[in-house]
């Protein structure tokens, strides 16, 4: 079968013909729906290295957004009938500490020792015309469009994290929510925010059709420059806002989402850019919260997938064959995707 594989480190990742999986024990073997190209996947094929890169010591087969349909099931599994749509959960955690017992798999106690940090990301993933995943990262999709929900395991999973967590702040008549980046995952957690809270919702931007977007989508934009924070207290009468989501995490956009917070807000900061955050007691909101999160977990990929069925959030895609998937992650790394790109490996079957 056809797949991308990631095979050095500092090194674009190649279409090759490798072996059709075989499920183990436990183990599902999916037909793949859809997969989809992220940044996440960039960093390991161009940032990191054998130092940095212990988890995803290649060689492997990226993606760890998938959905696909049931195609064979390994020895114990029951429960699944063929031809029915799942989507994947990436995060892979030891299995049996507390975190990974309650679903949190991505908050593994033992994370650091691990071999991989998710399926795709270290593990072979779902970049591939097949692939083989435990049955119990599995969620089902219904009758709902497989290849679209693809991007529902990071690009939506991600933010629907940032912004459960965050619900207190947000919670109650006249509260304001602030969204800094507006790529794939700042316009799916305007559409949770929507969901999940009665907010007004303010978004920016350095790019004038991703705040055509996302004020089409309901939120007040801003342009990110100089004057964004002032715009932004002008808009909340002063007080700031009480939850502010970053996209982005350099260290201007971190600054900015402190600046405008209202006393006792949260700041969470979701983009990993390595952007450093500064504290000083005169400065900044009294009380207010700084964090930072990652993915999120599989109860939460359940309430994600139950959003997307009701119709309440949906990923913008473009799609490419198989054969252009290496096409989808040049225009990645370029910059030049205005949408999330799913793989299709199974294209016009």
């Given at each position: 079968m056809k797949a991308v594989v990631f095979e050095d480190y500092k090194t674009f990742p190649s279409l090759k013909e490798v072996d059709k999986p075989t499920p183990g024990p436990g183990e599902v073997l999916l037909k793949v729906a859809g997969a989809g190209c992220c940044h996440s996947d960039v960093s390991v094929f161009r940032d990191y290295t054998p130092e940095t890169g212990k988890q995803t010591k290649p060689p492997f087969i990226l993606g760890h957004e998938t959905s696909g349909w049931i195609e064979e099931v390994g020895t114990g599994?029951?429960?699944?009938?063929?031809?029915?749509?799942?989507?994947?959960?990436?995060?892979?955690?030891?299995?049996?500490c507390k975190r990974c017992v309650a679903g949190e798999e991505n908050y593994c106690e033992n994370r650091a020792t691990n071999k991989s940090l998710a399926i795709g990301l270290g593990r072979d993933g779902g970049m591939a015309e097949y692939m083989v995943v435990p049955a119990r990262n599995l969620v089902p999709l219904g009758d709902a469009d497989p290849i679209a929900a693809a991007p529902l395991a990071d690009a939506a999973l991600t933010p629907y994290h940032a912004i459960k967590a965050a619900l207190p702040h947000l919670n109650g008549g006249g509260k304001y929510a602030l969204v800094i980046g507006l790529g794939g995952l700042g316009q799916i957690a305007i559409q949770i925010l929507k969901a999940l809270t009665g907010a007004t919702i303010i978004a920016t931007d350095m790019k004038p059709e991703a705040m055509a977007k996302a004020e089409a989508n309901g939120a007040i934009v801003v342009p990110s420059d100089e004057n964004e924070v002032a715009a932004i207290r002008e808009i909340t009468g002063g007080r700031g806002v009480d939850a502010a989501f970053d996209f982005v995490g350099i260290a201007p956009t971190i600054a900015a989402a402190q600046a405008a917070g209202a006393t006792g807000s949260r700041v969470t900061v979701v983009g990993i850019a390595g952007g450093k955050a500064e504290f000083d007691w005169y400065s900044k909101p009294s009380e207010q919260e700084l964090m930072g999160v990652y993915w999120g977990s599989m109860p939460e990929l359940h309430e994600v997938a139950a959003l997307y069925r009701q119709g309440l959030i949906t990923p913008e895609i473009?799609?490419?064959?198989?054969?252009?998937?290496?096409?989808?992650?040049?225009?990645?790394?370029?910059?030049?995707?205005?949408?999330?790109?799913?793989?299709v490996p199974h294209m016009g079957e």
């Open positions: 599994v029951t429960g699944f009938k063929k031809g029915d749509a799942y989507l994947v959960y990436g995060p892979t955690g030891c299995g049996h473009e799609t490419y064959s198989m054969d252009n998937a290496l096409d989808a992650y040049h225009k990645l790394t370029d910059g030049k995707l205005s949408k999330r790109a799913v793989v």
